[in-house]
């Protein structure tokens, strides 16, 4: 079935150091790839997306490129900040059933002075 | 300000009491979600609906109910039959086409006395 797989966290980091979190999928068909962010005690925002192989999704700093060759959607931050501090999910829309989203477990990034 | 909403962000009830969470939004969004979230854990479906007067089941529906009366509103009961009804809540909704992605609310963290 379809599925999503994050590289387990905490991912640990000094301030203004290189982000990457790796993500890859599960797909039978061309699904849309999103990620969110959640801060403690919040509900999650997406971050980005992309709906197409190739396509870039960029926000705040953060960017990650849609690969159909590798079935990967990694997320990278050129120069983190401690307020990037939070658990982050990939996820895709199910092209067998798209109403739903399927999640990753989430990986937790700490940013420290 | 368009949005979810979701009510109480804090809620304590004794074991053995059904409990209803709100969720609210005013996106004119037509399928809604309910999520849960352990501490650590990624999010597990409840229940979705796709249009008023329809739900399904997600991958842990048992021991919850739900009911899609009004386009914006999307209440979860909790209900005595939940074994482990602890956990952090989230409500979702998303547009009835296109990429399927997902708006959050701020989440409901129930504890069970």
């Known amino acids: 079935g379809n599925s999503v797989t994050q590289m387990e966290g905490p991912v640990t980091l000094s301030e203004e150091a290189f982000l990457t979190i790796n993500c890859t999928y599960t797909a039978t068909g061309y699904p849309s790839l999103f990620w969110y962010v959640q801060y403690p005690g919040e509900g999650l925002q997406l971050l980005l997306k992309a709906t197409k192989a190739d396509d870039k999704g960029s926000n705040k700093g953060f960017e990650a490129t849609y690969r159909k060759e590798t079935t990967s959607f990694h997320l990278e931050k050129g120069s983190v900040q401690v307020s990037d501090s939070a658990v982050y999910f990939c996820?895709?829309?199910?092209?067998?059933?798209?109403?739903?989203?399927?999640f990753g477990t989430g990986t937790r990034l700490q940013v420290f002075p | 300000d368009g949005g979810i909403t979701q009510s109480p962000k804090y809620l304590f009830r004794k074991e053995g009491q059904n409990v209803t969470l709100s969720c609210e939004q005013n996106?004119?969004?037509?399928?809604m979600y309910w999520y849960r979230q352990d501490p650590g854990q990624g999010l597990r479906l409840i229940y979705y609906s796709q249009i008023v007067n329809d739900f399904q089941k997600g991958d842990i529906a048992e021991g919850y109910s739900v009911s899609r009366e009004k386009k914006e509103s999307f209440p979860l009961t909790v209900t005595s039959a939940q074994k482990n009804p602890t956990a952090f809540y989230l409500c979702a909704s998303s547009i009835d086409l296109g990429t399927r992605e997902q708006f959050f609310g701020p989440g409901t963290r129930l504890t069970v006395l």
């Open positions: 996106l004119n969004h037509d399928a």
């Open positions: 996820a895709l829309s199910d092209p067998g059933n798209t109403d739903k989203l399927i």
